[in-house]
C-alpha cells in the first residue's frame, strides 16, 4: 500500500486508513520520520523530505486515538525515536544537527507507544515476531 509524499494529503489518508481497518495497533520498522521542523533525514544528515512518505502523520494519528504504536529503530531517525530524541541529539552524529539548511538534526521527533532499539531494526523485529509468537505458543519456551 503506498502513503503519499504530500504532508497535507497525509492527513487524511491517516485518518482513512485508520478508520477502514480500526487497528489495535500498528508497526513502524526503521521508518523514517519527521524531526522538529518537520524534515526527513538519513542517518548521515541528509535531507529526503521531497521524496520520503509522510508516514509518520499516520502514527501521530494513532497516538492520538490510543492505537498502540509500535517502533524500531536503529539510529535516531525513525518513527518512534521521538520517546528518546534528547538522547539521540547529544549521542547521535547528525542528531542535532544535520547537513541541510534546516539544521535540526536527524533525530525523530515523532514518539511511539512502545520502542523497541536494536543494532540493526531487523534484529529488533525478529524480537517482537518471536515475543509475539511465545505469546500466541506459537513456538516452544523450552529449549532442548
Ligand atoms: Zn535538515
Redesign the pocket.
Request: with cysteine.
Given at each position: 500500500m503506498c502513503f503519499t509524499k504530500d504532508r497535507d494529503q497525509a492527513h487524511g489518508q491517516a485518518e482513512s486508513l485508520l478508520n477502514k481497518y480500526s487497528p489495535s495497533a500498528i508497526v513502524f520498522i526503521e521508518k523514517v520520520g519527521a524531526?522538529i521542523?518537520g524534515?526527513y533525514?538519513t542517518m548521515k544528515?541528509?535531507?529526503v523530505?521531497k521524496n520520503h512518505a509522510k508516514i509518520d502523520i499516520l502514527a501521530l494519528k494513532a497516538i492520538e486515538r490510543s492505537i498502540a504504536v509500535i517502533g524500531i529503530g536503529d539510529g535516531g531517525n525513525e518513527v518512534g525515536m521521538g520517546v528518546l530524541e534528547d538522547v539521540v541529539r547529544r549521542k547521535v552524529p547528525y542528531g542535532n544537527?544535520?547537513?541541510?539548511?534546516?539544521?535540526?538534526?536527524?533525530a525523530c521527533h515523532t514518539p511511539c507507544s512502545s520502542l523497541i532499539v536494536s543494532t540493526t531494526s531487523n534484529w529488533g523485529t525478529y524480537i517482537l515476531i518471536a515475543g509475539l509468537s511465545i505469546i500466541a505458543k506459537k513456538v516452544s519456551t523450552t529449549l532442548t
Amino acid at each position: 500500500m503506498c502513503f503519499t509524499k504530500d504532508r497535507d494529503q497525509a492527513h487524511g489518508q491517516a485518518e482513512s486508513l485508520l478508520n477502514k481497518y480500526s487497528p489495535s495497533a500498528i508497526v513502524f520498522i526503521e521508518k523514517v520520520g519527521a524531526n522538529i521542523k518537520g524534515e526527513y533525514h538519513t542517518m548521515k544528515g541528509l535531507n529526503v523530505s521531497k521524496n520520503h512518505a509522510k508516514i509518520d502523520i499516520l502514527a501521530l494519528k494513532a497516538i492520538e486515538r490510543s492505537i498502540a504504536v509500535i517502533g524500531i529503530g536503529d539510529g535516531g531517525n525513525e518513527v518512534g525515536m521521538g520517546v528518546l530524541e534528547d538522547v539521540v541529539r547529544r549521542k547521535v552524529p547528525y542528531g542535532n544537527e544535520c547537513t541541510c539548511p534546516c539544521k535540526g538534526g536527524i533525530a525523530c521527533h515523532t514518539p511511539c507507544s512502545s520502542l523497541i532499539v536494536s543494532t540493526t531494526s531487523n534484529w529488533g523485529t525478529y524480537i517482537l515476531i518471536a515475543g509475539l509468537s511465545i505469546i500466541a505458543k506459537k513456538v516452544s519456551t523450552t529449549l532442548t
